[in-house]
């Protein structure tokens, strides 16, 4: 069982969350399996149902994401990946945002097309066991079945992505979120075409399709700007990472330590961080100082996967020299 993201061991809890949450998305594909079997066979001619079947197709992507991004980024670094494969969840990320929003762009225009062009979908009868039944009550079963357990599944992958600073985990969550809000959206529209509200069909399936492109735009978004290198952010990219100052906090409270300010990116899982640092004048870290100020900061958190340390006369710019230099000038 994988233990460890690179180099890095993974504490008790985070291994405990890592196996839980690889066990959460294959029970994911296999739910995905047979919601996407019982779709099909019902969905007729609505587009609303169309677009949940795309939907739940798409929701394929993260959990098939997370399981390959996992077993590559466990492979130590080499000569060749010096900084490990912890990018490779970077990369799934980026993928399964792509597709997000290349599907959710097309069926914006195909919801559009159906609502302009007044497209009134028919939902005839089955026979089931010798009885007529209305299809569209197949369908509002359909999608209440599928419910419950998106709303379970991504409330429990939530919590596992913050714990294993896992974004392609969260965005799953995302997913998740928006699987049961599809559903419901669908249910109202099948509805709306038994009353005779025809356009509640493709109006659904437009809400539905916005969903699809606004999950792509975020996480192709948060992909990006983290493959190029942006200030390493938490799991949800709501804030920048509090191990950016804790680190410098860590730092600054060395006996020889004048200045200190760090760049710090997001590897994938773990951190791979820069902290310079203006020593006090005449007292000049000695290399056993430096390493233990290294080890006081991978102690940290088991997210510090590199650290280096760099003594330096000034500040660089990014990480508030300029600003400290104006104010002194300002002075």
Known sequence: ????????????????????????????????????????????????????????????????????????????????????????????????GVALFAMG?????????????????????????????WLGWLMVGAMALTIPLPIYFGRVKMRLAEQLHDKVLYADADMNKADWQTAVGSIV??????????????????????????????????????????????????????LTGEIDELLRAQPWAAE????VRDQGHVLHVESFVVPREGQMPSLDELTAARDACIDLDWKVQDIVIVPIDALPEEVGGAHRRQSERNQ
């Open 1 to 96: 069982m994988t233990t460890r993201f690179g180099r890095n061991e993974l504490p008790e809890r985070q291994e405990k969350a890592l196996r839980r949450a690889i066990r959460f998305e294959w029970y994911t594909l296999a739910f995905l399996a047979v919601a996407i079997t019982m779709v099909y066979l019902v969905m007729g001619s609505s587009q609303a149902m169309k677009a949940a079947w795309i939907e739940d197709l798409l929701s394929l992507a993260p959990p098939i994401a997370f399981l390959v991004a996992v077993r590559i980024v466990n492979r130590s670094p080499n000569g060749r990946y010096p900084y490990g494969y912890h990018r490779a969840v970077g990369v799934a990320h980026l993928v399964a």
């Open 105 to 133: 762009t097309f069926l914006i225009i195909d919801s559009v097309t159906g609502l302009i062009g007044g497209e009134h979908p028919p939902i005839g009868t089955v026979v089931l066991f010798g009885q007529p039944i």
């Open 189 to 242: 529209g099948v509805l709306g075409i038994g009353i005779g509200w025809w356009w509640t069909d493709a109006a659904a399936a437009l809400l539905i399709a916005a969903s699809i492109l606004w999950d792509g735009v975020k996480n192709m978004r948060a992909a990006i700007t983290d493959l190029m290198d942006t200030a390493a952010t938490t799991f949800d990219d709501d804030e920048v990472h509090p």
């Open 260 to 263: 200190v300010g760090s760049r």
